[in-house]
């Protein structure tokens, strides 16, 4: 490969994210010309990222904290046989010393760390990747959105999506907060993977219907057709579970201590609302209400904890008024309510 850049140069800036596309490009190619390339990117990449702070100008490096970084380089490279040594301690040499103008590690030590297969090559690209954002308000009603792959992606109220302008990766991702209902398009080579809050879910090909907001103790995804991968986490970020759905499966997990439930549902009812529709079955009133708040914009209180477990079945337009809804609702009268503004007051009798 012809030296059209200056491999240090490039490196540095890239560390600085201030590197161009095509410039980005070159780097990519040099890492996959040689596994020693790589090497040699991904030790100095993790002295970049141990240094958690900005990056600093010759004067803010001082002699030494110089010689401390490039004693442990020497150490590191004890056990390199000499030949490879004198083929690669010149160069890595050279631009450790450039880093150390540009980095300083303060109170974390220099544990340099070596980055091996896929991870290395996969942090370039995850870097070089555009992301669009879109937001649907409270209040809002189902948004469509079609992804560079064909996937089909339908937001409800209250719901961001955080998606590429293109699937350039070994996977396809993207990152949800909030409820939406999934068709994808089938691609075996590139796995979908929606990522949530607690949650990753792994897809080739399906339709699943999700609903997470960050905000919330549980998140439910339900499966309509196809098969789909479930890995949940628990709040220090720990995978605390891995299970495949089958369609008409509704996975409950728990956001804070990763555990996962399943159970066997009519999962048609799931993503009814792309219809404008509102559909639920046994489902408690405290969980009713939180929909309620996100698709009408309004502050719902219960004021009794005995009314968050009463179980209501019904089917509704999200056209219709919400204290029309709260009324079909309420056909046993077992509460009261009034509304004051966007807040609506819920009273046991």
């Known amino acids: 490969m012809s030296e059209k850049y200056n491999i240090e140069e490039l490196i540095i800036r890239f560390l600085q994210q201030d590197i161009n596309e095509e410039e980005l490009r070159y ?3 040099w890492l996959e010309e040689d596994a020693e390339h790589k090497s040699y990117f991904f030790d100095l990449k993790c002295i970049s990222d141990s240094s958690r702070r900005p990056f600093f100008s010759r004067e803010d490096v001082n002699e030494a904290s110089w010689q401390k970084m490039h004693a442990r380089m020497e150490k590191r490279y004890e056990t390199v ?21 540009a980095v300083l590690a303060v109170g974390l030590g220099w544990g340099v760390h070596a980055f091996y297969g896929n991870a290395k090559s996969s942090y370039l690209a995850e870097e070089s990747i555009v992301y669009n954002e879109i937001h649907v308000q409270k209040g809002g009603r189902a948004n469509t959105v079609i992804l560079s792959d064909g996937t089909k992606v339908v937001l409800n109220a209250a719901t961001t999506l955080k998606y590429p302008a293109s699937f350039n990766g070994k996977n396809r991702q993207v990152y949800l907060d ?4 999934f068709e994808v398009t089938k691609n075996e080579e590139k796995p979908f993977v929606v990522k949530l ?11 699943f219907n999700v609903q997470a907001y960050s905000n919330e103790l549980y998140s439910e995804i339900t499966l309509l057709s196809g098969q789909i991968l479930l890995e949940a986490f628990n709040e220090k ?9 089958k369609p008409d499966q509704k996975a409950l997990s728990d956001n804070k201590m990763g555990s996962v439930s399943l159970q066997d549902v009519n999962a048609s009812l799931s993503n009814a609302w792309i219809n404008g529709e ?11 209400v939180k929909r309620l708040e996100n698709y009408y914009n309004v502050k719902i209180y219960l004021d009794d904890k005995r009314l968050e477990q009463i179980k209501y079945t019904g089917t509704f337009s999200l056209d219709q008024d919400i204290l029309d809804v709260l009324r079909i609702i309420d056909y046993e009268k077992q509460f009261t309510f009034k509304r004051v503004k966007k807040e609506i007051f819920i009273t046991s009798k």
């Open 81 to 101: 046989s000499s030949l490879a040594k004198s083929q690669t301690y010149g160069l890595w040499f050279s631009l450790v010393k450039y880093v150390a103008v």
């Open 197 to 207: 809050n607690k949650q990753d879910i792994t897809v080739l090909g399906t339709t």
């Open 237 to 245: 970020g720990e995978s605390m579970s891995r299970m495949y759905l």
């Open 178 to 181: 909030g409820e939406a209902y």
């Open 278 to 288: 509102y559909k639920f079955k046994d489902a408690s009133l405290s969980s009713i």
């Open 27 to 29: 780097l990519e190619s």
